[in-house]
């Protein structure tokens, strides 16, 4: 694994902008950076990422069986009671999942450590799958990288491939997420598109604008019925919505399905742990009201993460009498302590590397990086290349 300083494309931004890739760049600074790229060998692809996150992947279905089955842990995770049956109903009639993406702390040498799983929610999808695969073709065409250079990228195949599955024939999805916000909508547009290439009818409302009808059907400001939606909005925040009532009726099938609520909160590293002790990609986890939390604790070396945190907010890293942490608006929901595993640096950034699961299948890599060891929303999002 090896950072590169390459040319960028002198047109970049216009091809960016012509995608739809509006927010390539975020407060005038560059949020898409191709000025370097991160090559990887196909050995540390296959060995070290691609099939570590299978695995990954398989122990984390095991993990929403062991977690719907326990109220201990519904209740650790600071899921409502008054959702569990609805979670168990969705699991138990196997509602399809769409995506996921680890994140995962890698070197160049094995084995990749789990630092969390973005579950329902996961973005720099449409940099990871389009315009990365764009670079590099651009990239080989114009001599910037080799000729030969390849990536570990089939997630937009792997994308209309599980769309086509998921059995939309004459039912029509509809795509949602908030208002205002570029990249979650350039994200949703991106799904749309994957959708319609798998011959799925389709349709747009903001979360804000959609309805209920008489009979307690969701629907859109046309007020056709909803009886299918993909939403980027995260589950936690659902259920507390004025219309969650509505949601346990179970008027719609809804993408990612609620039993994702049990993946993607992090408490899951606790439970991962539990289950799995020892394995080779996770890290030791614990809630932090665990007594055996106390003894990473007393060594003074971990991270502090809380259980619906997001893009980095309220994580703490200490070590060496050290706390790095970003503000934000979680934590009172509680905490778990995780034994910490430094991102590595090169050339005075720290890439963290998200390694993309759709469909249940490894499928893809995007890597963002920091000059800060915490991965925000803000952190850049730099393209790959595999050469041996």
């Keep these: 694994m090896h950072r590169l300083s390459v040319a960028e494309r002198p047109d970049w931004r216009r091809k960016a902008e012509e995608v739809g890739f509006a927010f390539h760049t975020i407060d005038g600074a560059k949020y898409w950076d191709e000025s370097a790229c991160y090559s990887f060998t196909m050995e540390q692809i296959e060995r070290d990422i691609e099939d570590p996150s299978q695995e990954l992947s398989d122990m984390c279905y095991d993990a929403v069986r062991e977690i719907l089955n326990s109220d201990e842990l519904l209740t ?51 940099e990871a799958s389009y315009f990365q695969w764009a670079w590099l073709e651009d990239a080989r065409a114009g001599g910037i990288v080799a000729k ?53 009818e389709t349709g747009f409302v903001h979360i804000e604008d959609i309805g209920i009808d008489a009979a ?43 039993w994702k609520m049990a993946l993607s909160n992090k408490g899951l590293l606790a439970v991962l742990w539990r289950m799995f002790e020892g394995h080779p990609n996770l890290l030791p986890a614990y809630f932090e009201d665990d007594p ?69 299948k490894s499928c893809g890599l995007g890597l963002r990086e920091d000059i800060n060891p915490i991965t925000s929303n803000s952190s850049r999002f730099v393209p790959h290349i595999i050469v041996d």
């Design 76 to 126: 650790r995770m600071h899921i409502p009671e008054r959702v569990w049956d609805y979670i168990a109903t969705s699991w138990q009639r196997g509602d399809r999942d769409l995506y996921g993406r680890f994140d995962l702390r890698y070197d160049g040498n094995g084995p990749a450590k789990l630092l969390e799983f973005n579950a329902d929610t996961p973005t720099s999808l449409f």
């Design 216 to 258: 307690g059907q969701f629907t859109d400001l046309e007020d056709r019925a909803i009886t299918d939606l993909f939403k980027l909005y995260p589950w936690e925040w659902l259920i507390e919505d004025e219309f969650s009532k509505y949601l346990l009726n179970d008027p719609c099938r809804i993408i990612e399905p609620v």
């Design 148 to 200: 030969n250079a390849d990536q570990f990228n089939s997630i937009q195949d792997s994308l209309i491939e599980a769309f086509g599955a998921m059995g939309f024939e004459r039912r029509r999805l509809a795509f949602s997420c908030v208002k205002n916000h570029a990249e979650d909508r350039g994200t949703v547009e991106y799904l749309e598109d994957c959708a319609r290439q798998a011959s799925v």
């Design 292 to 360: 055996a939390a106390a003894g990473l604790i007393a060594d003074g070396i971990y991270a502090r993460k809380p259980i619906f945190g997001r893009e980095g907010a309220n994580v703490e890293l200490i070590s060496a009498g050290q706390t790095q942490k970003v503000d934000g608006p979680y934590g009172a929901e509680g905490n778990i302590i995780q034994a910490l595993a430094p991102l590595p640096v090169f050339d005075g950034n720290y890439p963290v590397l998200g390694s993309w699961i759709v469909a249940g």
